[in-house]
C-alpha cells in the first residue's frame, strides 16, 4: 500500500502540503493561450517551468504541446530578464512564426520584478513585433492561487489585449470558457449552435490539443480562437463567463474595457447548471430552446430517473478546482447522491462561499476545504474517518482509491492514465449523461465484483 | 540540410556528417537561446530525478507548488520496500513567505514531516525563488538534523543556476556528503556500486542479478531501488561502475579522489554493451579467474536464448531507420549499437546535455549522412525526421506524440519505459517495442510521413 504512511488523526499543519491538489499559475496561462489560434505561449523564466508544463499537458492530451521559454540563467536574474524576453520574441516570429506569441511570467521573473507590460511595450516600440503579429501577456506569479488563478489571468489578458470596440455592437454573444476540456468546448459550441446563436468562445483548444493524426506535426493546429473574433468581442451584445473563478475576471475586463455586459454561470456539468446555461443563452440572445436540446435533455432525466436506485445514498469524496467542483457536487445532490469530503488546493474566499452556500442548503455535514493545506493527504486522512463509496479527481486519486479500495472516477486535470476527456464532454446534457453513465460503471461493477454468489444478479 | 531553417545560433549545434570533409567540433554544453522550445529542462529537475528513486528518505520540495506538483511520481523507478519517495512534499511558499522568506515554514515542515513519516534522511530542494530571496536552507537543514538525528541534506537546485547537469552536480554533492558515514566492516574485496542506474521498470534488480551471479557484492544502486544506509556504505566498495555518466560521473570522480575507488563507464543497453559492462568488472578482479569465467557463463546462457528471438524483429526491421533524441549522449553510443543489431540503421541521433567528447565519439560511430544534433527543437526533430525518412522516433515523453503525429514508430527510452530496456531481457524487450511500433497495423490506416494516405 503505497499510502500506508497516511495516519488518520488529522492535525493541523504550520506549512507543509502532502500531495497538493493543485498546481501552480504558469501551466493555466499556457494551456489558455493554447486555446487562441496560432499562438505560441511563452514563458518567461527558468527552462525547467516551461518543460514542465510541456510534459505534463502532453501526458493529459497525448498531444505535442509547443511552448517558447526565456531560459533565464543567473546573468538574466540579477540584471533581469528584458534582454532574455526581448530576445525571445525576436527568436520566435523569425524561427517558430506565430501570429501571437503569448508570454506569462513565472516565480522567478516576478520575483526580480520583470514588468511585462514594460517589456512588451518596449519590443513593440524596438520594432521586434512584426506588423500584423501581436504579442500579450499575464501576469502569473507562481506563489499566488494556483493553476486554476493563472488561467484566468491569461483569459483576461487575451480579452483586455485584443477585444476592441468599434462602437457597432455585432448581433454575437461572448462565451468565455472556464477551465474545460477541448471536448466540453467543442459541445459548448455545437449547443449555441443548436439554439441558433452565433457565439465568439474563447479560449477554444478543440481542434488544438485534440488534432487528429494527418501524417505531419503542425506547430500551428487549426483551432483556437482567432485574432478577429477575439477583436470582435468587444463589439458582441453580452458575455457569458462559465465559472466565476477562472472565467469572470475576463467577463468583467470586458466589461470595463468595452462596455459588454455580461452574466457569470456555471461550468454547466450536470442538469442543474445546463438547464441555467440553455436558459441564459436562450434568453439573452432571444432564441428559442429547440427540440432536440429538450429531447437531450429528456433523455438525461430518464436515465437519472431509472438508476436513482443505484445512486441514491452513495457516499462520495471529490477532489479538483472550483468552477468544475461547485456544479458537480451539484449534480452529485441531483443525483441523491452524498458529498461527503471535498477538497481543492485553489485558494479564495469567493470560491469558499459558494460551495459553503451549496452545502448549507443541501449537505450541511458535508467536509470542505479549500486552499492551504487543503490537499489530498487531508482527503484521505478524512477518508480514512469517514469512509465513502466513491471517489473522484483527478489521476493523483488512484493511490486514494487503490489504498482505501473504493471505485475511482477521473475528473479535472491532470489525467495522465486514462484517455477520453479530450473527446467526450462531461458539459451539457448529453456529457451529463456520459457522467452518469460513468458513475454507474464505477458502483455496479464494483458491487458485482464483490456481490456474493447467491446475491450476484443478472439484471440490474 | 540547406531547406530547413535552423534556428539562428544554433548552426554550430547541429551537423552532418559527410566522410572525408573535415568538421568543426559540435557547439554543445551551452545554455539554450533565449525563444527556443527547447526539449531541456532544469537544475532542480537535474537533481529532482537524480534523488528522486531514495525511497527511505523524504523528498520536500521548498518553494511554490508547482515544482513539487510537476515532479510526483512521474518516473517509474521502482523500489522493492519504502515507498516515501512517491509522495509529494511542498512548502507551497506564498507571496507572505517570498516577501518575509520562508525559512520558518521549511523549519516546520520538516519537522512534521519527519514525524510524520520516520525516514533516514531528508532531501531539501532548492528552487529558483528560495535563491532569490536567500533563505539560509544551510542553517534550517543544520538544526533539523540537530534536533531530529537524521542527516538534513540541502540540494542548491535552483532552475536557474545553469542546465540539468548542474542538478546532477548538487544531487550528487548532496549523496557525496552521506557517502562515508556508514560501517563497510564485512563488505567483499569483489564489491561494485553501480551508479545512475534508477531502476525504471526493475531495471536494477535485473543487473545486480548478472553481478551477484559473477559473485560479485554490489554495496548500492545509486539510486535505484535506494536506500540511505546503503549509499552511506558506498565507500565500501571497490569499483564504481557508471551507466548513466552524464548523471554520475562527478560523483565517480569524488569518491576517486576521497576514497580512492577507480570507476569504468558501462552501458546496460544492447547484447554488445550488456556483455562487455560485465567483463569489464570482470577485468578488475583478476585475482579472481572464476569471476571471469561466471560473466561468461552469463553472457553465453543469456545470449543463447535471446539471439535466436531477436531474429523474428531483425528480419522484419532490417533497412528501417531511426532517429535517436534523448536525454544523455552516451545513451545514443548503446542504441546506435543495439539498432544495428536488428538489422536498423540511425540517421539523426542527438541529445538535450551531451558534451564534446560525446559528440565527437558519436560522429565516429554514425554512419555517413547522419545528422547530429545538440539541444534539439520540435521544429528541427520532424524535419530531420521526414528529410531522412525514418521509421522510429527514440525519445521522451515530449517527442512521442510528435513522432505518431509524424505516422513513425517510437519507443520511450526515458522516464517513462513501463518495461526494462535493460540487460539482455531489456535488448529483448526492446526489439519486441521497436517491431510492435515500427510494424503496427495502425500505420496502414495513417498518412504518414508527410505524406497523404
Known amino acids: 500500500m503505497l499510502l500506508r504512511h497516511t495516519s488518520k488523526e488529522v492535525k493541523e499543519r504550520e506549512g507543509l502540503t502532502i500531495n497538493p491538489a493543485k498546481t501552480c499559475q504558469p501551466i493555466g496561462a499556457m494551456y489558455a493561450a493554447l486555446g487562441i489560434h496560432g499562438c505560441l505561449p511563452h514563458s518567461h523564466g527558468s527552462q525547467g517551468c516551461c518543460s514542465y508544463h510541456r510534459s505534463t499537458l502532453t501526458r493529459h492530451y497525448k498531444e505535442p504541446v509547443m511552448a517558447a521559454t526565456s531560459s533565464f540563467t543567473e546573468g538574466a536574474s540579477v540584471f533581469g530578464g528584458q534582454a532574455n524576453l526581448l530576445a525571445a520574441i525576436e527568436t520566435i516570429f523569425s524561427v517558430y512564426e506565430p501570429d501571437i506569441i503569448a508570454v506569462h511570467s513565472t516565480c522567478l521573473s516576478e520575483t526580480i520584478g520583470d514588468d511585462l507590460q514594460q517589456i512588451t511595450r518596449k519590443a513593440k516600440d524596438d520594432g521586434k513585433i512584426p506588423e500584423g503579429k501581436y504579442v500579450i501577456f499575464a501576469s502569473t506569479p507562481s506563489f499566488i492561487g494556483s493553476h486554476i488563478t493563472g488561467y484566468a489571468n491569461m483569459v483576461t489578458g487575451i480579452a483586455t489585449q485584443f477585444a476592441v470596440s468599434t462602437g457597432v455592437k455585432k448581433h454575437q454573444y461572448n462565451i468565455i470558457a472556464g477551465w474545460m476540456e477541448p471536448s466540453d468546448m467543442r459541445e459548448i459550441k455545437r449547443l449555441s449552435k443548436e439554439l441558433g446563436v452565433k457565439i465568439v468562445l474563447f479560449p477554444d483548444t478543440s481542434d488544438v490539443l485534440d488534432a487528429p493524426q494527418t501524417g505531419k506535426h503542425v506547430f500551428y493546429p487549426k483551432g483556437g480562437t482567432t485574432v478577429e473574433e477575439l477583436k470582435s468581442a468587444g463589439d458582441s451584445l453580452a458575455s457569458l463567463a462559465l465559472g466565476s473563478i477562472s472565467a469572470e475576471p475576463a467577463a468583467i475586463a470586458l466589461e470595463k474595457s468595452c462596455k459588454v455586459p455580461f452574466e457569470t454561470l456555471d461550468i454547466p456539468i450536470g442538469l442543474s447548471a445546463t438547464d441555467r446555461f440553455i436558459m441564459a443563452l436562450s434568453k439573452v440572445a432571444g432564441v428559442k430552446v429547440p427540440d432536440e436540446i429538450t429531447a437531450e435533455r429528456g433523455r438525461l432525466v430518464d436515465v437519472m430517473a431509472d438508476m436513482e436506485q443505484y445512486l441514491y445514498g452513495k457516499r462520495v469524496a471529490l477532489f479538483g478546482d472550483p468552477d468544475q467542483l461547485l456544479p458537480l457536487t451539484e449534480f452529485l445532490l441531483d443525483l441523491n447522491m452524498k458529498p461527503v469530503h471535498i477538497v481543492s488546493g485553489t485558494p479564495g474566499q469567493r470560491f469558499e462561499k459558494q460551495m459553503r452556500k451549496l452545502l448549507d442548503a443541501r449537505s450541511p455535514e458535508t467536509n470542505f476545504r479549500n486552499g492551504l493545506q487543503a490537499d489530498m493527504f487531508l482527503l484521505h486522512q478524512w477518508m480514512k474517518n469517514e469512509p465513502v463509496d466513491l471517489l473522484i479527481g483527478n489521476t493523483y486519486g488512484k493511490y486514494m482509491a487503490r489504498d482505501e479500495d473504493v471505485p475511482f472516477i477521473r475528473f479535472g486535470f491532470p489525467i495522465l492514465d486514462r484517455i477520453g476527456h479530450s473527446y467526450f464532454p462531461n458539459v451539457g446534457y448529453s456529457g451529463s449523461l456520459r457522467l452518469v453513465e460513468k458513475l454507474l460503471n464505477a458502483l455496479m461493477d464494483r458491487q458485482d465484483r464483490d456481490a456474493l454468489e447467491e446475491k450476484f444478479e443478472l439484471v440490474m | ?453
Not at chain 2, 236 to 265: D, F, H
Not at chain 2, 393 to 402: A, H, Q, S, T, Y
Request: charged fraction near 25%; hydrophobic fraction near 40%.
Open chain 2, 1 to 453: 540540410m540547406e531547406q530547413i531553417t535552423i534556428l539562428e545560433g544554433r548552426q554550430k549545434q547541429i551537423f552532418e556528417k559527410k566522410n572525408g570533409v573535415t568538421q568543426p567540433d559540435i557547439a554543445c554544453d551551452t545554455s539554450s537561446l533565449s525563444g527556443s522550445v527547447s526539449q531541456r529542462a532544469c537544475v532542480f529537475c537535474g537533481s529532482r530525478v537524480v534523488l528522486y528513486p531514495v525511497a527511505d528518505a523524504i523528498h520536500l520540495v521548498h518553494g511554490p507548488i508547482g515544482c513539487a506538483a510537476y515532479t510526483w511520481d512521474i518516473r517509474g523507478a521502482v523500489s522493492s520496500g519504502p515507498e516515501l519517495h512517491r509522495l509529494s512534499f511542498s512548502t507551497d511558499l506564498q507571496e507572505m513567505d517570498v516577501i518575509y522568506g520562508g525559512e520558518k515554514k521549511l523549519y516546520h515542515s520538516l519537522i512534521e514531516l519527519i514525524e510524520q513519516y520516520k525516514p533516514k534522511a531528508a532531501f531539501i530542494y532548492s528552487t529558483c525563488i528560495v535563491g532569490l530571496i536567500g533563505d539560509d536552507i544551510e542553517a534550517v537543514c543544520k538544526k533539523v538534523a540537530k534536533e531530529t538525528g537524521i542527516p538534513v541534506l540541502p540540494v542548491h537546485s535552483e532552475g536557474f543556476k545553469g542546465t540539468k547537469k548542474d542538478g546532477y552536480k548538487a544531487a550528487c554533492h548532496a549523496l557525496m556528503k552521506l557517502i562515508g558515514t556508514g560501517s563497510i566492516d564485512e563488505i567483499s574485496k569483489y564489491s561494485i556500486n553501480i551508479l545512475g542506474e534508477f531502476n525504471l521498470a526493475g531495471e536494477a534488480w535485473i543487473i545486480r542479478k548478472y553481478y551477484e551471479k559473477m559473485g560479485i557484492e554490489v554495496v548500492s544502486t545509486l539510486t535505484g531501488d535506494g536506500r540511505i544506509d546503503a549509499v552511506r556504505r558506498a565507500h565500501g566498495a571497490t569499483l564504481n561502475v557508471v551507466q548513466c555518466s552524464g548523471s554520475m560521473t562527478w560523483l565517480a570522480k569524488e569518491m576517486e579522489e576521497k576514497y580512492g575507488i577507480p570507476y569504468i563507464r558501462v552501458s546496460y543497453f544492447g547484447i554488445e554493451d550488456m556483455s562487455k559492462s560485465l567483463y569489464d568488472v570482470a577485468k578488475h578482479f583478476p585475482d579472481r579467474p572464476d569471476i571471469m569465467d561466471a560473466a561468461k557463463q552469463v553472457v553465453s546462457e543469456e545470449v543463447k536464448t535471446l539471439y535466436p528471438s531477436l531474429q523474428k524483429f531483425k528480419k522484419a526491421l532490417t533497412g528501417k531507420k531511426a532517429a535517436i533524441y534523448v536525454g544523455g549522449a552516451f545513451k545514443t553510443f548503446s542504441l546506435i549499437k543495439a539498432l544495428r543489431s536488428i538489422g536498423m540503421s540511425v540517421v539523426l541521433a542527438g541529445s538535450q546535455t551531451g558534451n564534446k567528447d560525446d559528440y565527437a565519439r558519436l560522429k565516429e560511430m554514425c554512419d555517413e549522412g547522419t545528422v547530429i544534433v545538440d539541444d534539439s527543437n520540435p521544429v528541427e526533430l520532424s524535419k530531420f525526421i521526414l528529410e531522412k525518412e525514418a521509421d522510429l522516433l527514440i525519445g521522451g515523453v515530449k517527442e512521442r506524440p510528435i513522432a505518431f503525429k509524424l505516422g513513425i514508430g517510437f519507443c520511450d527510452h526515458n522516464h517513462e519505459r513501463k518495461i526494462p530496456l535493460a540487460g539482455f531481457i531489456g535488448m529483448y524487450n526492446f526489439a519486441l517495442e521497436v517491431y510492435q511500433s515500427v510494424m503496427s497495423p495502425v500505420w496502414q490506416f495513417a498518412p504518414r510521413k508527410g505524406g497523404t494516405l
